[in-house]
Structure formats: structure tokens, C-alpha cells
């Protein structure tokens, strides 16, 4: 092969040059172009020549290569299947249980009791208790009690946020809590009585009053007198507040952050604060004052995985209400006609929803990533962080579009789509808010 070109390079070197002798190229002006001409051939010619070269090299004959495979565990997303029966049993509940009690629980701002006596026949709260105190977890289970609160909120955010209140303190305690703790609190969430027909309510308190609240300065704080822990302070924005039995309440012990165990008592005044969302919570404002307490957590204890973990709910229920959004805006948008079709065929509705589906699945994406680190004990501060901002600037944009969709219909309250865009507004304000 390369002979071959070795022969036309010579051939057409040697016909340029016998040319470039002639004196007509004088009489006809062309020894220029001619010349460089000549130039460029023989350029071209060796360029040529060395690419073939390279090229006869690359094909060596050389024994079949194979990549060996990563060793490494697999990036996958796809659900276990008890995770798998988990989802369907959740989001049967929401559609079934869940859904039907919302929009009247909204309206009378009341959280429904009936709906912790159907939590109770579910089995919500063993996903959070040990097996020896009757509960079913044998092991950490972050990216389940994700996947439960995601499925929840497809029902109802409020409701889901009300009913995991309890949920997320069993967590914390199982998680965190002292032996002394654990042996007088956990075993009361799965006892039930005559007097007592529904078990141990618990709720967190941690908000506070304050402009751009940030959780590690807080002003409530924790004394310690004769061995006692004693607590003096005011939260506010407290789900569930006039009827939780037990409190889990941050506040500062000698100029750090902690969190307390406060039972309810004739010491704490209670004060209705109701919010444009998360009505049916009931939120209320605490106000303590030398309130006994127990602390949470011994050496052990860390504060600040302690609020990425709620965060990571928080951000949980917001993909459960923004797949709620889309899907009912999916069915409006087919069953609803304008210009003798459905306004799902219009470009601009389309484009809306689809753009859902991608914000949502890029929410679920980081926090499902943030939770399997925290689940394999890996530090997960910055991933559960992006989580929560990505999740409060999306899922407001997916409500705002759900009520742009639905147009005049989605600022009443006949569609639940107001009441979505009203309680999505918390997920960037509830347990810690957006500070990092």
C-alpha cells in the first residue's frame, strides 16, 4: 500500500516539476500558481504518507481487549422487594384513607383523630421501633422511611406531615436516645389502653420567632440544676402542638445545640398559630418556662445529622405532593376541552407538565442519593443540603404551575391543587429551613 503512494507522489511530484522547466509558463503568467501548487502537493504528499503510516501502526495485530468490571456496588435506584410491597401498601393508604379526609380537614383546620387509629391498624410507627419493643426495623432503614413519606404526602402533605410527627420522634429516640430514654419512652408508642386508646403522640419543636431562623443559635435554652434539665424558651410553628403528649425540643446547653425530651406540663402555655399552610396540623406556638426535660442523646448524639434527617422528610412529603400535582394536572389537562380539544394538546400546557416530571425526578434523584449515604453511615450534611434547596425553589414552581394549569379552577378551593400550593410553602421554612 504504501508503494502504491509512494508511486502517484512521484509521478505527480515529477509531472509538477517538468512543468515548472517550461518556459510557457512565463509567456502564460502561470509559473506562480504552478509553484505553489508544487508546494502544497508534496505537503499534502507527506502528510498523506505519515497518516498511513499511523494508521498501519494502530492496526497491529494485538490479542482481544475486554475492560474488566468495577468491583465497586452498582449505583442502583431500583426498590427491594419488601421496599417495593412497602410503596404499594403507603400509597394504597394515601388514596384510600388519606386523600378522602383532606380537604375537609383543611377547611376545619382540625387534624382528623380517626386517621391515627387507621396509622395504627397499618403498622405505620413499627417501621420505626426495634423488634425487641415490637416494631419491625433490625436495622437503619433511611431510604424506607423516605419512601414512606413520599408516598404519604401523594395523599396529603398536612396530613402526612401530622401523622410522621410522631414517626420522625420514634426515629430520633431509636436513632440518638439514651439507654434511660429509650427504656421510659419507645415501649409507650406501641402501648394502648382503655384510657389511652390510640398511642403516645409526639411532635418536634424546634422553630423559633426569630427572623432567618438558624438552628444552631437558638434562643431556648437548657439548664441543668440538682441533676434536672430545665428548659426556658418559645417555638413556634409546632405541628400537632394541643394534643402531643411528648415534645422533642432543641435548645442550648452551655453554648451548644442539643435536643430534650419534654413531657407535656402544666408549665408549658400553648397558643394557636395558625399558618397559610399545614392547616389541618393545627401549628401552635410553646412557651417554657423551667420546663423538666431529659436530654436526648449522650456522646453519641449528633445535632447536626439530627435536622438533615428531618430535612430529608420534609423534602420526602414535597416530591409526594409534587407527583400529586402532576398527576391531577395530568387528568385536567386530558379531560379538560377548550377550542373542541384538550388543552393537554396545547404546547404550552404540555411543556408545563412535562417540566414537572423532570423537576420531580431530579428531587428524587438527590434525595434518594443523600439518604443512601446517611443509610451506609457516610456523611451526608452536603447532599441532604442541595436536597432541601432544590426541593423548596422546585416544588414551589411545580404548584405554581399546577394553579397556572388549572387556571381560575386551581385558585378555588374545589380543585385540592390550592391547598398543595399552600402547604409546599413549608418545605422551605418547617424543621431547620434553609439554613445550611
Same mark, same amino acid.
Given at each position: 500500500?504504501?508503494?502504491?503512494?509512494?508511486?502517484?507522489?512521484?509521478?505527480?511530484?515529477?509531472?509538477?516539476?517538468?512543468?515548472?522547466?517550461?518556459?510557457?509558463?512565463?509567456?502564460?503568467?502561470?509559473?506562480?500558481?504552478?509553484?505553489?501548487?508544487?508546494?502544497?502537493?508534496?505537503?499534502?504528499?507527506?502528510?498523506?504518507?505519515?497518516?498511513?503510516?499511523?494508521?498501519?501502526?494502530?492496526?497491529?495485530?494485538?490479542?482481544?481487549?475486554?475492560?474488566?468490571?468495577?468491583?465497586?456496588?452498582?449505583?442502583?435506584?431500583?426498590?427491594?422487594?419488601?421496599?417495593?410491597?412497602?410503596?404499594?401498601?403507603?400509597?394504597?393508604?394515601?388514596?384510600?384513607?388519606?386523600?378522602?379526609?383532606?380537604?375537609?380537614?383543611?377547611?376545619?383546620?382540625?387534624?382528623?383523630?380517626?386517621?391515627?387509629?387507621?396509622?395504627?391498624?397499618?403498622?405505620?410507627?413499627?417501621?420505626?421501633? !426495634?423488634?425487641? $419493643?415490637?416494631?419491625? &426495623? +433490625?436495622? /437503619? *432503614?433511611?431510604?424506607?422511611? @423516605?419512601?414512606?413519606?413520599?408516598? =404519604?404526602?401523594?395523599?396529603?402533605?398536612?396530613?402526612?406531615?401530622?401523622?410522621?410527627?410522631?414517626?420522625?420522634?420514634?426515629?430520633?429516640?431509636?436513632?440518638?436516645?439514651?439507654?434511660?430514654?429509650?427504656?421510659?419512652?419507645?415501649?409507650?408508642?406501641?402501648?394502648?389502653?382503655?384510657?389511652?386508646?390510640?398511642?403516645?403522640?409526639?411532635?418536634?419543636?424546634?422553630?423559633?420567632?426569630?427572623?432567618?431562623?438558624? !438552628?444552631?443559635? $437558638?434562643?431556648?435554652? &437548657? +439548664?441543668? /440544676? *440538682?441533676?434536672?434539665?430545665? @428548659?426556658?424558651?418559645?417555638?413556634? =410553628?409546632?405541628?400537632?402542638?394541643?394534643?402531643?403528649?411528648?415534645?422533642?425540643?432543641?435548645?442550648?446547653?452551655?453554648?451548644?445545640?442539643?435536643?430534650?425530651?419534654?413531657?407535656?406540663?402544666?408549665?408549658?402555655?400553648?397558643?394557636?398559630?395558625?399558618?397559610?399552610?399545614?392547616?389541618?396540623?393545627?401549628?401552635?406556638?410553646?412557651?417554657?418556662?423551667?420546663?423538666?426535660?431529659?436530654?436526648?442523646?449522650?456522646?453519641?448524639?449528633?445535632?447536626?445529622?439530627?435536622?438533615?434527617?428531618? *430535612?430529608?422528610?420534609?423534602?420526602?412529603?414535597?416530591?409526594?405532593?409534587?407527583?400529586?400535582?402532576?398527576?391531577?394536572?395530568?387528568?385536567?389537562?386530558?379531560?379538560?376541552?377548550?377550542?373542541?380539544?384538550?388543552?393537554?394538546?396545547?404546547?404550552?400546557?404540555?411543556?408545563?407538565?412535562?417540566?414537572?416530571?423532570?423537576?420531580?425526578?431530579?428531587?428524587?434523584?438527590?434525595?434518594?442519593?443523600?439518604?443512601?449515604?446517611?443509610?451506609?453511615?457516610?456523611?451526608?450534611?452536603?447532599?441532604?443540603?442541595?436536597?432541601?434547596?432544590?426541593?423548596?425553589?422546585?416544588?414551589?414552581?411545580?404548584?405554581?404551575?399546577?394553579?397556572?394549569?388549572?387556571?381560575?379552577?386551581?385558585?378555588?378551593?374545589?380543585?385540592?391543587?390550592?391547598?398543595?400550593?399552600?402547604?409546599?410553602?413549608?418545605?422551605?421554612?418547617?424543621?431547620?429551613?434553609?439554613?445550611?
Amino acid at each position: 500500500m504504501s508503494q502504491m503512494i509512494n508511486k502517484a507522489q512521484g509521478f505527480g511530484l515529477a509531472l509538477l516539476t517538468k512543468m515548472a522547466s517550461s518556459d510557457l509558463l512565463d509567456q502564460f503568467k502561470l509559473r506562480k500558481w504552478v509553484e505553489q501548487s508544487l508546494y502544497h502537493s508534496a505537503k499534502a504528499g507527506f502528510k498523506t504518507f505519515e497518516t498511513t503510516q499511523k494508521n498501519f501502526k494502530s492496526t497491529q495485530k494485538l490479542p482481544q481487549q475486554r475492560l474488566t468490571r468495577q468491583s465497586k456496588d452498582l449505583f442502583d435506584l431500583s426498590l427491594s422487594e419488601e421496599q417495593q410491597m412497602l410503596v404499594d401498601a403507603m400509597q394504597q393508604f394515601a388514596t384510600e384513607v388519606i386523600y378522602p379526609l383532606a380537604h375537609q380537614a383543611d377547611h376545619d383546620a382540625k387534624f382528623p383523630q380517626v386517621l391515627w387509629q387507621y396509622s395504627t391498624d397499618l403498622g405505620l410507627n413499627t417501621y420505626a421501633l !426495634p423488634e425487641a $419493643l415490637g416494631g419491625v &426495623a +433490625t436495622e /437503619q *432503614n433511611i431510604v424506607s422511611h @423516605i419512601l414512606i413519606a413520599e408516598q =404519604l404526602a401523594r395523599g396529603d402533605f398536612g396530613l402526612t406531615a401530622g401523622l410522621l410527627s410522631t414517626f420522625g420522634v420514634m426515629n430520633a429516640i431509636t436513632r440518638w436516645g439514651s439507654e434511660q430514654v429509650q427504656n421510659q419512652y419507645l415501649s409507650a408508642f406501641s402501648e394502648t389502653d382503655a384510657n389511652h386508646p390510640t398511642p403516645l403522640q409526639a411532635t418536634f419543636a424546634i422553630q423559633e420567632n426569630t427572623a432567618a431562623f438558624n !438552628p444552631y443559635q $437558638l434562643k431556648t435554652k &437548657a +439548664t441543668l /440544676q *440538682n441533676g434536672q434539665y430545665l @428548659i426556658t424558651g418559645e417555638k413556634t =410553628l409546632v405541628i400537632l402542638a394541643e394534643t402531643a403528649d411528648l415534645f422533642l425540643v432543641s435548645a442550648e446547653l452551655n453554648g451548644q445545640a442539643d435536643v430534650f425530651i419534654v413531657q407535656r406540663d402544666a408549665s408549658i402555655q400553648f397558643k394557636a398559630a395558625p399558618a397559610m399552610g399545614l392547616k389541618a396540623c393545627e401549628t401552635a406556638t410553646l412557651k417554657f418556662n423551667q420546663t423538666p426535660a431529659a436530654r436526648l442523646g449522650t456522646d453519641d448524639f449528633d445535632y447536626s445529622a439530627f435536622l438533615d434527617l428531618g *430535612n430529608l422528610m420534609w423534602c420526602a412529603m414535597a416530591v409526594g405532593c409534587c407527583e400529586a400535582v402532576k398527576s391531577y394536572c395530568i387528568r385536567y389537562a386530558n379531560e379538560r376541552t377548550a377550542f373542541g380539544e384538550p388543552i393537554s394538546h396545547r404546547q404550552s400546557v404540555a411543556f408545563m407538565i412535562a417540566d414537572m416530571a423532570i423537576e420531580i425526578e431530579a428531587m428524587r434523584m438527590l434525595l434518594l442519593n443523600a439518604a443512601s449515604l446517611a443509610e451506609s453511615g457516610k456523611n451526608f450534611h452536603r447532599e441532604a443540603y442541595l436536597a432541601r434547596l432544590l426541593c423548596a425553589e422546585k416544588s414551589m414552581q411545580i404548584a405554581t404551575n399546577g394553579v397556572q394549569i388549572l387556571g381560575g379552577h386551581g385558585f378555588t378551593k374545589e380543585h385540592p391543587v390550592e391547598r398543595w400550593y399552600r402547604d409546599l410553602r413549608a418545605t422551605a421554612i418547617m424543621h431547620s429551613g434553609l439554613h445550611a
